[in-house]
């Protein structure tokens, strides 16, 4: 049964309050990174999208006022998005901060409106099954998704299997669940006054209520989407990467990898009247390098690296050799920038390994100095080496006509 409001607009609750026990690693599972975005953000993302709604409150978690900054700034750019507030202890609590949420930042909510509330870690759901769940939730009908089990479902009594059940009889429940907005606070209500009662989806809260409360509500079974994944596991987490890189629009959405590494060489020739400068420092008592600036060949190649490590291009482009604005200027200015860069892109440096091939001067004794000035200049944590070598007499390094340059970087996603 299609309700009669078709057009009527729905309101979501996205839930992204869970501590991700499950998941190994420093955050939560709803704040992972998948394919460059914060988890919760795809499903954020796919409810601005869909035509049927018109607000949007996500739900943090509790006590955590830094991680509740950044999903809003996070969420800035969806314009569906009213509110982002903190959860609470459990998932029913979560819902119930959202939905008071909801009714404070939208004035003319009424008791029919069709809420769907969508567990933030299911971020592969689509407009399409949220404008088929907006559709079916009346002002008397919720509307679950379901999907039927693909193996064979047996009935467990201890340690013994006691029946095979008809799967065609069964139904995965996933999210979003729609419940209209007066039936979600009566059950909301009725939990509270018992919370410690473990309720795991709205299906089964409204359930709870008393018989009397809720005499002529029907539950609909909207067929669910099997790609609509839930991450519990980090296996999930990539399986959920895999599915979406075949959805998205590359040129969209920029691929974040969670580590990266960048290649860097560069080379100058010798050339007399000029400071020899290396890794920020002065080598004295030799000639120098030819070059538009400083012909700081270390500090070159390690930008390059750099920029290589988060797909920012080249030196070339950054700072060009024609620009008069980099005439004879410091190379640790582009340094500078460069890690700027890195962070804009939001990575930190991990490490980075520098390999100078020079068959002169002696370098080896200008290292600690050149590892002293870099390190300054990156101004955050990281594992930075410096090798100088000779290429034994051979190629234009052996003729003593210039110095080569070799780099690594490693970097890891905020
Ligand atoms: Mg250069």
């Known amino acids: 049964m299609v309700r009669e409001s078709a057009n009527k607009s729905a309101f979501a609750i996205i839930v992204a309050a869970g501590s991700g026990s499950?998941?190994?690693?420093?955050?939560?599972?709803?704040?992972?990174?998948?394919?460059?975005?914060?988890?919760?953000l795809w499903s954020v993302k796919a409810f601005q999208e869909s035509q049927a709604i018109v607000g949007i409150v996500v739900v943090g978690p509790k006590h955590n006022h830094e991680i509740l900054l950044k999903m809003q700034q996070e969420t800035a750019l969806f314009d569906k998005v009213k509110a982002v507030v903190a959860g609470g202890d459990s998932r029913t609590e979560s819902v119930s901060c959202g939905a008071a949420a909801l009714a404070k930042?939208?004035?003319?909510?009424?008791?029919?409106?069709?809420?769907?509330?969508?567990?933030?870690?299911?971020?592969?759901?689509?407009?399409?099954?949220?404008?088929?769940?907006?559709?079916?939730?009346?002002?008397?009908?919720?509307?679950?998704?379901t999907t039927t089990p693909t193996a064979t479902v047996k009935k467990i009594v201890g340690k013994t299997i006691t029946e095979t059940i008809d799967r065609e009889a069964i139904g995965l429940a996933q999210t979003p669940q729609g419940v209209p907005y007066g039936l979600l606070c009566k059950a909301l209500e009725h939990w509270l006054e018992d919370p410690t009662k473990r309720v795991t989806d709205e299906?089964?809260?409204?359930?709870?209520?008393?018989?009397?409360k809720r005499t002529g509500i029907?539950?609909?079974?909207?067929?669910?989407?099997?790609?609509?994944?839930?991450?519990?596991?980090?296996?999930?987490l990539q399986q959920a990467e895999s599915l979406?890189?075949?959805?998205?629009?590359?040129?969209?959405?920029?691929?974040?990898?969670?580590?990266?590494?960048?290649?860097?060489?560069?080379?100058?020739?010798?050339?007399?009247?000029?400071?020899l400068i290396l890794g920020g420092i002065e080598i004295p008592d030799h000639v120098g390098l030819a070059g538009h600036?400083?012909?700081?060949?270390?500090?070159?190649?390690?930008?390059?690296a750099l920029l290589g490590a988060v797909g920012a291009g080249d030196i070339g482009q950054h700072f060009?050799?024609?620009?008069?604005?980099?005439?004879?200027?410091?190379?640790?200015?582009?340094?500078?920038?460069?890690?700027?860069?890195?962070?804009e892109k939001g990575f930190y440096l991990e490490s980075a390994d520098i390999t100078i091939v020079a068959q002169e001067p002696k370098l080896a004794p200008h290292i600690p100095a050149m590892l002293t000035m870099l390190r300054k200049t990156i101004a955050s944590p990281c594992q930075?080496?410096?090798?100088?070598?000779?290429s034994e007499g051979l190629g234009f390094t052996g003729r003593r006509e210039g110095i080569a340059t070799y780099a690594v970087a490693n970097v890891t996603a905020k």
């Open 105 to 145: 930042a939208i004035d003319h909510l009424s008791e029919s409106d069709p809420i769907l509330i969508h567990d933030g870690v299911r971020p592969l759901v689509t407009p399409k099954l949220i404008g088929k769940v907006a559709e079916q939730t009346g002002p008397k009908q919720l509307a679950i998704p």
């Open 293 to 304: 600036s400083d012909a700081d060949v270390v500090i070159h190649a390690l930008v390059d």
């Open 384 to 390: 930075l080496n410096i090798k100088a070598t000779t």
């Open 22 to 40: 499950r998941c190994p690693g420093p955050q939560a599972k709803q704040f992972l990174n998948l394919c460059g975005q914060p988890l919760y």
């Open 218 to 236: 029907t539950t609909i079974n909207v067929e669910g989407e099997s790609s609509n994944l839930k991450v519990t596991f980090p296996e999930e």
């Open 320 to 343: 060009p050799d024609h620009d008069p604005a980099f005439k004879n200027l410091c190379s640790l200015h582009f340094l500078e920038r460069a890690m700027t860069i890195v962070r």
């Open 203 to 212: 299906g089964s809260l409204v359930e709870r209520l008393p018989l009397e």
């Open 244 to 275: 979406l890189l075949k959805n998205i629009n590359r040129e969209e959405v920029p691929y974040k990898p969670r580590q990266a590494t960048g290649f860097g060489y560069d080379v100058h020739a010798f050339a007399s009247e000029r400071k």
